[in-house]
């Protein structure tokens, strides 16, 4: 396959002016171009071309001007190089079998499309693309709409073949999709659905098709578009859905229309080999991009500053479709983990922003890509106080094929409201804007004694200063669901200022609990007394808390201490009660905020007794599971429980029980003795693997190596190169970090994921700062244009930062770098400034009563 593509391409349009401003990269070389009239009107000519590189605008200015309502054609040759950057049209290359393949494949999203072809290429401008595509003999091509013609033909003396495809829907450009690859490489399985008689279709590579492992992917997305169909009550509007798993891909997967792309890691799944956590994976995924095909694709937002009216809905209804397609497994609760918990972290900073940005605020690409993140994607499932889920419809049907903005949406719920005869306090406008128009979210304080509630602007770190006013001055309109003494309490209380009295919150001698399984966006506190009653609840009847709101208490007092609204060892008793707990959600709530204990203290004395205090509480637990599994001979039957045996197994093993650290030293040292004959089930491999390299040596990691290159499901493969991070060996470590240097022992897409994980380990976390710190240049350059993985690769190796030494540094890091800048990532370093200063601080106020507290559990 060639390393170039030729292209040409003609655009209509009416414009009055003398410049046209074309959005285009300036990787399209001996580019050509002439302007006509249709309907035989004379027209302009061009009198120049040149482009504006920083917001990457083609500006052809004519000799003349442009008549109103003529329309016009621009017509354009050129000819790009097929790079392997993962970005607009690009190489994807991958070895099987011991044999080079190549395939060419695309990413338009967010501002990619015009590196592949000059076009207008912003969401408002949507267009009716009619894409034929000449390609190799023996390739086969893809793009949004059904192929409709493939014949082979010869061009200037050249054998090709030549796919036309039903022209697009109106759409964005980013939505465009056309992938190339080998009839040889490339396989598919077909699913027509029933009454929709929609044509689905999995792509991936023919070994991964021939071994079953896009069959679940099939079988899941019929009853997901099914249900999608009946939710928003349209149907879907094409007549193929198409999903390709690629071997190098940076994005979780992207919601091209008609044409969907994932990472193999994503729709790729393997029962013998792949993890319950990976299956949930491929559902929630899958059901996050077909949900777009409505949200976002057939109604798009505007312009990029309100990324979260494409990306925050199909978040929330992602569960939903995956909890239709898998209802055994009750996804929806883990939005608390997965999204909320998550945005949580990012919003208390002084340095999140709101959920809509000024439009003229976000104008570079850089700008654009940086707008795709926790905020935007997890933050839009918990401000939505209004139980009014009609909306869809009309909102849909009413912005069909067109663009909206967040009032917009606010506009058809109101109707939905109004409609429905639901009671509401204030208009939805009203309701909604302070949740979307100011970054951050309140903790709400429960005083019991004499029912006053009051809230204020949460923050992480309560000396930080924040210097960006705000028209609602940091005050929500809050939904309070709540219960007492065990039970809930039916009407909704509004907390519509910054305090107020519930007498019915008055509790006496009976406990409160607000924000039942955390329906609002909030944290809560509460006065010492009903926390005493909270603590008596846990260690009497834990049942009688609903779980979600059990793993809320544990995550509310740990982010409350650090921000000095409570005492650390009020959060620390959180988890005394954990030996009694074999729920899932609680565990891993505790183990997330004690991670950052780890972060902190890991290198300092704390560490031992921390150690000594989670081995005696998960012991419990790690028994539980041996004697649920039968001796680990069999895996527990819910979904939650078998997460909560990993958890088990990886606390025990990490902590040092030593029952646990000789049963997988065992397990692997078997499969190495026969390496043919895995035995290790799927759910705890990365457990097993990372145990196995922590305590082992060279031996465990070169095995872990070779299986990793030889690994054909990219599950398991991605699983070994976690596991290959976790060693202690520092050589081996610093090995490992050079090979993300060479794509042919690291892929691309994987580098940043690998710096990411070394950085986690306690032995590799200073190795991964000064990799990164003396190939910043380097790595900013070759990875990708505009890359996410930037933004979550400053986060990784800043994590541990606790000290005055580790923040000059950074610092420094910033100051040497800024005239480069840092792309994508410029607002993770701004967060990773503000985290470390925190840290910091919390370090100096809280080691010592840590130090005491954990000591004073274990003697």
Known sequence: MSNRWNKEIPMFFNKHGVQLVVSGEDTHHHFTSNFSSLGGASAPIIKSTWLQPKTQYLVIELNGKLSQGQTYQLYAEFTGELADDLAGFYRSEYEEDGVRKIVATSQMHPTHARKTFPCFDEPA??????????????????????ETDVVDATIDGVAVTQTKFEPSKKMSSYLLAIPVASENICSYIIDRRGFFRVQIRIWARRKAIEQGQGDYALNVTGPVLDFFQSYYNISYPLSKSDQIALPDFYFGAMENWGLVTYRETNLLYDPATSSNSNKETTATIIAHELAHMWFGNLVTLRWWNEVWLNEGFASYVAYLGADYAEPTWNVKDL??????????????????????????????????????????????????????YTYPLSYLNHFAYSNTVGNDLWQHLQMAVTDNDVLLPRPVQDIMNPWVLQMGFPVVTVDTASGKVSQQHFLLDPESNVTVDSPYKYEWPVPVRWMKAGEVQTDIWWLLEKEAVNPGMRSGASWVLANINVTGFYRVNYDLGNWERLFTQLSTDHQVIPVINRAQLVDDAFNLARAQLVSTTLALRTTSYLSLEMDFMPWQSALDN??????????????????????????????????????????????????????????????????CQNLTSTWFRQWMENPQHNTIHPNLRSVVYCSAMAAGGEAEWEFGWIQFKEASLASEASKLMSALSCTSD????????????????IRKQDATSVITSVAANRAGQSLAWSFVRDRWEYMFTQYGVGSFSFASMITGVTARFSTSDELQQLEEFVEQNGAAGFGSASLAVDQALERTRANIKWLQQNQQEVLDWFSSQTH
């Open 125 to 146: 401008m949507k267009a009716v693309f009619h894409m034929t595509l000449i390609h190799p003999p023996g390739t086969v091509a893809l793009s949004n709409g059904m």
């Open 335 to 388: 939005i608390v983990l997965d999204d909320v918990h998550r945005v949580f972290a990012v919003d208390a900073l002084t340095s999140s922003h709101p959920l809509t940005s000024k439009e003229d605020s976000i104008v570079l690409p850089e700008q654009i890509t940086e707008q795709f993140d926790t905020i935007s994607y997890s933050k839009v499932h918990r401000p939505r106080p209004l139980s009014v």
């Open 594 to 659: 004690l991670n950052y204990y780890y972060l902190m203290l890991d290198r300092t004395e704390v560490y031992q007794p921390m150690q000594d205090y989670l081995k005696k509480q998960v012991t419990p637990l790690f028994m539980h599971f041996k004697n649920l599994t039968s001796d680990w001979t069999h895996v527990p039957e819910g979904h939650t429980d078998q997460y909560n045996q990993v958890n088990a197994v990886r606390t025990a093993c990490r902590t040092g029980l030593t029952e």
């Open 730 to 745: 520092t050589q081996l470590l610093q090995r490992y970090l050079s090979f993300t240097l060479n794509s042919t022992l």
